[in-house]
């Protein structure tokens, strides 16, 4: 069974990076991939220019990596637990004391530095767990669903501290949640299937798998001319649906373009000039929820296209992230 | 091998605050004070011709090997994969090898204090009955010695089991069942009709070789052969090279 196929990303310093699929698109493999945990059957992974695949110790050096359902001893102590993980990062004794002591308070653990991590909640958990991934200040942070199973005032918190990593640190967190990754990531790639369908900043998403921009209108007024109207403001403003005017006139009118830029103040000015009367009227943005949808179900039908159903070991395979 | 003490380290700790740990070694040591109780009754009412502490190492080869070596394994590898922290620790620089050497080793250090107990049993003997027919020391010494180095394979059995299984009742009993082929399977295969054979002569050599019960007479009787001493070591190292191999498939497959 092929898991991830043919995804290809680079990701730059400093920079948090979302990788966003329906549960199953891939997203565990391909982090897993990117730490050496598994190993790929072609391709190359580079982190920090260090080829994974050949240089594994030294590749690991580089990358703090929280897995899925943050697993984590239960019956050792918070701060015992940080020690033991600093070791295993070669972190010098003298240096691992005074970053353990900065990662506690960054992740805000210091009180509960002694208690066993058995009994801690699953936000503390969850933060016990970026605090090891941070522990080695690595440049590169990989964390699989950081934010699964929190309440929203803990995942608040969550997205505080990854955004506190912004411009130190790589960060490359999956998700299903799209808010989440919407607020928290420069950049997102959306993987479905195990191969990559969309990626950019969410602003670039929405232009490239959309396509368009919505503009609501509750007005009053005859219909009929709205189109010669809208067509003076900009060519490719047209009338994407339009309800039947109810009991004082008015009808909900959605326009659509493919123009990028703010078109309500003319837009507004030109349904004023000829009276128009107007109750609201407002830009909808497409949530990252419209663009996943989209990009999710493009490739589907890409896949289920006649003909798209290439063997697996025929097609071309140049290989998982650089 | 610079990971190797910090996760040595690390086991130890583990099983030291663990309260499984010490209930186990409760109910080992009561285990064998009773055994050793039982043996003493015996000797008390008819003379026998060998010393109690040969009966006593004979009866560690027959049964609590079994209880002890999955005591001390079962959990190692088995624990770790179910909880998924197996994972944490092999996307840090160490390497597979310096995983199981450091488990391993926990785990036989474990188990050599808790035979080194049973010393205690020997110590109160001598205490209060001061009577040097009970207490030969040329096979204490060479029971122990043989404890030490049979264990060095037996230990390398358990963990071997615990990193082939996910679930720790099932590397129990793996352990098990290899421990019990390589005691019991080896004596009763030799005395089966079918292993009479002039063709088979060559594995017959080979089973006699590893009867795990003739060690043990010898070492009690003072003789320390490099032969048994070689039978050992290699069997540890094979042992925990397929333990490194068999680990490795296993996140290969997973």
């Known amino acids: ?94 240096r691992l004391r ?24 699953k936000g503390m958990r969850q933060r016990v767990g970026i605090a090891e991934a ?33 411009g130190r640190m790589s960060v490359i967190i999956s998700s299903h949640i799209l808010p989440e990754i919407e607020v928290t990531c420069d ?11 969309a990626q950019g900043t969410p602003a670039e998403l929405r232009r490239e798998v959309l396509g368009r921009t919505h503009y609501h209108v509750h007005l ?39 123009r990028d830029e703010e078109l309500g103040e003319p837009l507004l000015r030109a349904l004023m000039a000829r009276s128009y009367r107007i109750r609201s009227f407002s830009r909808t943005e497409p949530t990252l929820e419209d663009v996943f949808l989209a990009a999710t179900k493009r490739s589907w039908d890409v896949v289920d296209l006649p003909g798209a159903r290439v063997p697996i070991a025929q097609r071309p395979r140049p290989g998982p992230p650089t | 091998m610079r990971h190797f003490f910090t996760i040595l380290n690390h086991e130890i700790r583990m099983l030291l605050v663990n309260t499984s740990t010490y209930l186990a070694a409760v109910v080992f040591l009561f285990v064998m004070g009773f055994i050793f109780t039982f043996l003493l009754e015996v000797y008390s ?24 070596v999955p005591l001390t394994t079962m959990k190692s590898f088995s624990e770790e994969r179910r909880s998924g922290t197996l994972e944490t620790l092999l996307t840090t620089p160490v390497s597979t090898t310096e995983v199981v050497l450091g488990k391993y080793s926990a785990a036989y250090l474990v188990y050599l204090l808790l035979w080194g107990s049973t010393a205690g049993l020997f110590y109160l003997l001598h205490h209060f009955a001061a009577d040097p027919r009970l207490l030969d020391r040329g096979t204490l010494i060479g029971g122990y010695v043989y404890i030490a180095v049979s264990g060095l394979l037996f230990v390398a059995i358990g963990v071997f089991a615990s990193a082939l299984a996910r679930n720790q009742a099932v590397a129990l009993v793996v352990a098990l069942a ?56 290699t069997g540890t190292a094979l042992t925990l090279i397929l333990t490194v191999l068999g680990l490795e498939a296993k996140l290969l497959h997973n």
């Open chain 1, 1 to 94: 069974m092929v898991a991830v196929d043919d995804v290809n990303f680079t990701v730059r310093r400093g920079e948090i990076v979302g990788l966003l699929g329906p549960n199953g698109a891939g997203k565990s493999t391909t982090l897993r991939i990117l730490t050496g945990f598994l190993p790929a059957t072609s391709g190359v992974v580079r982190i920090c220019g260090i080829p994974v695949a050949s240089r594994t110790d030294d590749a690991k050096r580089h990358i703090g990596y929280m897995p899925e359902n943050n697993p984590l001893p239960e019956d050792m102590r918070v701060n015992e637990y940080l020690y033991y993980r600093g070791r295993l990062k070669e972190i010098g004794r003298e």
């Open chain 1, 98 to 121: 005074t970053r353990l002591d900065a990662v506690l308070e960054l992740c805000d653990l210091k009180r509960i530095r002694h208690r066993i991590i058995g009994k801690l909640s």
């Open chain 1, 134 to 166: 941070i522990l080695g200040e690595p440049d590169v942070i990989i964390m699989d669903e950081p934010t699964i199973g929190l309440d929203p005032h803990q995942i608040l918190i969550v997205r505080d501290l990854i955004g506190s990593l912004r």
């Open chain 1, 187 to 197: 950049r997102v790639l959306i993987i479905n299937g195990g191969r990559i369908v």
């Open chain 1, 220 to 258: 009053a007024g005859d219909l009929a001319a709205l189109p010669t109207v809208l067509a003076q403001v900009e060519s490719t403003l047209v009338i994407a649906s339009a309800s039947g005017p109810d009991a004082s006139g008015f009808h909900h009118a959605t326009l659509t373009t493919t």
């Open chain 2, 45 to 68: 009412e008819a003379a026998q011709e060998t010393s109690p502490a040969y009966d006593f190492f004979r009866l560690f080869l027959g049964f609590a090997v079994f209880i002890i």
């Open chain 2, 178 to 233: 290899l421990l019990f082929l390589l005691i019991f399977g080896t004596k009763l295969s030799l005395g089966t009709q079918f292993m009479q054979l002039a063709a088979l002569r060559p594995v017959r050599d080979a089973l006699d070789y590893a009867q795990v019960f003739q060690h043990l007479d010898d070492f009690s009787r003072g003789i320390i052969d490099t032969r048994h001493l070689f039978f050992y070591f």
